[in-house]
């Protein structure tokens, strides 16, 4: 068993508080990892604020993450100790039908098990002040030591920096994948892409490769505008500059709307908007954002009988295990941005002011 600190969520609502937990060694089948580096994502601080019906507490929650694998247990063959990985909240198994299917991602192997944040077996490998902590997506990387399933991780280029490459767990791959497997954006396209935060980036630039020649960002926080053009954007608009909604907007803008739309912040209304904002006859709109329980998304049908597609993702389309690693080497090659995402790099012990600057949109 090894001691170290993690962030623990005790109960919803309140700021994680930094504690020694116990962290038992792998079990058949899975990995303990020492955490390197980890990111924060509005995931996490949408389980912490009580809103996910999946939400168990006390938690450590954490899912882009980045380290080294400190050991493995029995029946581990794709990753051995000293091997540089990162933590995947969709694994790979590549026996369910879902592996076996090239339209999607979403390995289904543990999925019962990591919704109840414990291990395959059922039970947990976190303890803390003698009290049994739940998993969070199969990762919880808020920890120095965590323990995932063998197929929850990938094996990555050792010389790849862990602060920065963390990202790939979630964010950056997610958005960009949208942009390539989810919409297939084709060269000369007209796009735009609602929220221009982390995930909204990575849809620009996923665009950008892509070969698109017109990238609209809409965001009400224009602080954000000269980054997003850094990232692609041709244009940045803010909805809250217009008498009209803004689908309407981007309709006039674009001669009939846009090829490709993209929501990257999980409002229903906003999903709404990012459909209406597509072309008539081929528009397709990719729901990126994660919106709160019980809601639901609405349109007029006559929106999809005229020739439009609504498409959602998960993790970019990405099928974790292989693609992870090629994604990094991407960004080793200079292919793909990913050290312009980091913001801010704080110590562990400041991760309760990480949060406070991503709601503060920072």
């Not at 006859?281 to 639901?296: D, N």
């Not at 009988?305 to 389309?317: C, I, M, P, S, Y």
């Not at 704080?346 to 709601?359: C, G, Q, S």
């Amino acid at each position: 068993v090894i001691k170290c600190k993690a962030a623990v969520a005790w109960e919803a609502g309140k700021p994680l508080s930094i504690e020694e937990v116990e962290v038992a060694p792998p079990k058949a089948h899975e990995v303990r990892i020492k955490i390197v580096a980890t990111a924060v994502c509005h995931t996490d601080a949408y389980t912490l604020s009580g809103a996910d019906p999946e939400g168990c507490f006390p938690v450590i929650l954490g899912h882009e993450g980045a380290g080294i694998v400190e050991s493995v247990g029995e029946g581990v063959t794709k990753v051995k100790k000293g091997d540089t990985v990162i933590p995947l909240y969709i694994p790979q198994c590549g026996e369910c039908k879902f592996c076996k299917n090239p339209k999607t991602n979403l390995c289904q192997k543990i999925r019962i098990t990591q919704g109840k944040g414990v291990m395959p077996d059922g039970t947990s490998r976190f303890t803390c002040k003698g009290k049994q902590i739940y998993h969070f997506m199969g990762t919880s990387t808020f920890s120095e030591y965590t323990v995932v399933a063998d197929i929850s991780v990938a094996k990555i280029d050792a010389a790849a920096p862990l602060d920065k490459v963390c990202l790939l767990g979630c964010g950056i791959s997610t958005g960009y994948g949208a942009a390539l497997n989810t919409a297939k954006v084709e060269p000369g396209s007209t796009c735009a892409v609602f929220g221009l935060g982390g995930v909204g980036l990575a849809v620009i630039m996923g665009c950008k490769v892509a070969g698109a020649s017109r990238i609209i960002g809409i965001e009400i926080n224009k602080d954000k505008y000269a980054r997003a053009k850094e990232f692609g954007a041709t244009e940045c608009i803010s909805p809250q500059d217009f008498k009209k909604p803004i689908q309407e907007v981007v309709v006039e803008m674009t001669d009939g709307g846009v090829d490709y739309s993209f929501e990257c912040i999980g409002n229903v209304g906003v999903m709404r908007a990012a459909l209406e904002a597509c072309h008539k006859g081929w528009g397709v709109s990719v729901i990126v954002g994660v919106a709160a329980a019980g809601q639901e998304i609405s349109t007029r049908p006559f929106q999809l009988v005229t020739g439009r597609t609504w498409k959602g993702t998960a993790f970019g389309g990405w099928k974790s295990v292989d693609s992870v690693p090629k994604l990094v080497t991407d960004y080793m090659a200079r292919k793909i941005k990913v050290d312009e995402f980091v913001t801010h790099t704080l110590p562990f012990d400041k991760i309760n002011e990480a949060f406070e600057l991503m709601h503060s949109g920072k």
